[in-house]
């Protein structure tokens, strides 16, 4: 699934993914608080978020639900990162995010073991 979220979805996705249901008002009221947006913007992504396809609205209430999942989210976001900057890569990418880190013994261990596992 090519999954495409505006960081302004994203937003409104990390406030509904805790919850299996919540309502559009309660997500307005996270919203307020952590971003600082009005009702008037949360409910615009919102109905964004529905007409994509990635929340679904029930009534009464406008009680939101995710469709998609987190992880679906990372997947289709890290393929695209790595389509378009480095030719469909995961050498290039992993060679670019090692570049400049300073890794621990037991970092390097537990990359190992990671593709070791794969």
Not at 12 to 18: D, F, G, N, T, V
């Amino acid at each position: 699934m090519d999954i495409k979220l505006f960081d302004s979805e994203m937003k409104l996705m990390e406030i509904i993914w805790p919850h299996e249901s919540i309502s559009a008002k309660d997500v307005s009221l996270i919203a307020a608080e952590r971003i600082g947006w009005n009702k008037n913007t949360t409910y615009t992504v919102l109905k964004k978020l529905e007409a994509k396809g990635y929340i679904r609205r029930d009534d009464p209430g406008f009680i939101c639900t995710p469709l998609i999942s987190r992880e679906e989210v990372r997947k289709s976001e890290t393929k695209g990162l790595v389509d378009r900057l480095f030719g469909g890569s995961k050498k290039a990418l992993f060679s670019a995010l090692l570049q400049d880190e300073t890794l621990t013994q037991e970092d390097i261990n537990e990359l190992r073991d990671m593709i070791e596992k794969r």
